[in-house]
Structure formats: C-alpha cells, structure tokens
C-alpha cells in the first residue's frame, strides 16, 4: 500500500496583536500568527508575523528554493516578521507572495512597497534578492498553487477584511480561520463554507465568550464560537490561534480542558508544534 503523501501544519506562531515573552508564556509561546504548510514536497506560508523570523532560518537551512505565503491579511501583528524572513534575501530562492482582501484600493506589491521603507524599515524589497512574485486575487477565488492543491478562499468579518483558506490535498483538508468576528447566536456561512467537514481547522480564538461585548467591532472572535463551528460543520478537530497577547499559559491550559469536554478534537496551538492529517 503506497503511503499517502505528507500534510502537515507547524505553528511557528499562534498569538495575536503583540509577541509576548516571559516565564508565563513559555508553554504555548508568544510569537504572532505565522503557519507553514507541507502538501507533498511543496511549502506554504500563512502570514509573516513575529514567528516568521524562525521560521525563515529553518526554511533557508532546509535549502528551501521555492515556496507561496498567503496574507490573511496584513496588519501589523500578520507581516511584522515579513522584513526578517530569511528565503527573502536568498538569491536562488522563488518565492510567490498573495493577498486577497485589500481589492482594488492596494495591491499585494504595493503593499509590501509600502510597509518596507523609511522611516518606518531602513531598506525595500528591492534589496530582496529572492525572485519575488507578488499576486492578488478576489475573496472567495478557487486557487491552484501546485498540482494536486486545492485552495478555497472566503471573506472573514474584520476592519480592513481578512481571509480564511481552505486547502485541499490528497483527500484531506485544512482551514485556516482566524481574524473573523462573530455576531453572538450566528454561524457565520462563509466560515461554514470553508470548514464543511474539514479535516482540522484553525480558529481565531482571540476572546472569550463574556468578553465580546466589551472588544465588540475589533474583528476576533472566542473558542467558544470555534466549537459550536465544529460541531455544526462535522470538523474532525478545531485549534485556537490569535490567542490573545494577555492570555497566560495557565489560562491557555484551562480553556484547552474546557473545549475537550465540549469537543475532544480541540485544542490550544502552541509554538513549534507539529500536526499531520
């Protein structure tokens, strides 16, 4: 029986709003949103937050010459590791950047034009010496970065717009969900959409339940939520990520416990793990 071929997510960060250090955020970690993807032998970035500097120093040691990242989007906790990320100033490396929530006010080049420069970064892209290929596309496209990859996309409820990602490969898939607001007592369709049946999704988990009403309009949304998305959609598993930057590593542990009484396959993400499907 011939194995099926390698999918697997690593966290290189799971926090939201500002990387965080400290003896109490050692067991999940505090760098922000950054996730790497392996369909096969092909490379997949989700964002370029604070764990994009690791993550680019093992892809680069790796010799890795080719790979794709995806913005959810680009606020300042998503690509705040984009200028350390190591394949960038790699001169034999290939690397196709893509954004799908800016429309037609940005596009996916000026975008990075205008977060690498001064007075905000010493140097631009063009001292990257990677071959970089930035593309746009619209919420909601079907995208086919390799064959045999499946990528859904859909819009999520947040300020300035995000996208959520579904990937399909070898019969398996994988949602990646975060920067989206709920509206308490609603399953939002597009997020529906994306997690049918999925293999494992990745979920916003930013705020609690209780404490939506306080950071209403600032575009997160609770493990809470994330379960009753799971059990509505037939998910396999659902991980929390974009925890939030004050959520200690006790915290973090207790709602893990709580969510498993609810749905076994949920769990916190934490920094460096590893899943396969």
């Known amino acids: 029986m011939t194995a099926q071929p390698k999918f697997q997510l690593k966290l290189w960060g799971a926090r939201g709003g500002l990387p965080v250090s400290g003896p109490q955020f050692q067991k999940f970690g505090g760098n922000t949103t950054c996730i790497e993807m392996r369909c096969g032998e092909h490379v997949i970035m989700f964002d370029a937050g604070s764990g994009a500097l690791a993550a680019g120093q093992a892809l680069a040691a790796e010799g890795c010459k080719e790979l794709t990242l995806y913005f959810t989007h680009t606020h300042y906790d998503h690509v705040c590791g984009l200028p350390f990320f190591k394949p960038m100033y790699c001169g034999q490396s290939q690397l196709k950047m893509w954004s799908g929530h800016m ?26 010496s990677a071959g970089i290929d930035a593309r746009d596309f619209s919420a909601g496209d079907v995208l086919t970065p390799y064959p045999g990859v499946t990528i859904r996309t859909g819009m999520l409820n947040h300020p300035g717009n995000a996208v959520g990602y579904r990937v399909e490969f070898g019969g398996r898939s994988i949602a990646i969900i975060t920067d989206t607001e709920h509206e308490p007592g609603t399953l939002d369709p597009n997020v529906l959409r994306l997690i049918d049946k999925v293999d494992l999704f990745l ?22 939520q994330a379960v009753r998305l799971a059990q509505a959609a037939g998910a396999k598993q659902v991980g929390f990520i974009h925890h939030s930057f004050n959520r200690t590593d006790a915290e973090l542990t207790a709602i893990e ?6 749905f076994p396959g949920a769990f916190c993400g934490r920094d460096l793990q590893v899943i396969e499907v």
């Open 257 to 262: 416990r709580a969510a498993k009484r609810q």
């Open 203 to 224: 979920y916003d988990a930013t705020f609690l339940d209780e404490e939506m009403a306080t950071f209403k309009g600032f575009g997160h949304s609770s493990w809470q």
């Open 103 to 128: 429309g037609p006010a940005m596009t996916t080049r000026q975008m990075l034009s205008e977060f690498m420069r001064k007075p905000f970064f010493p140097i631009g892209p063009d001292y990257c």
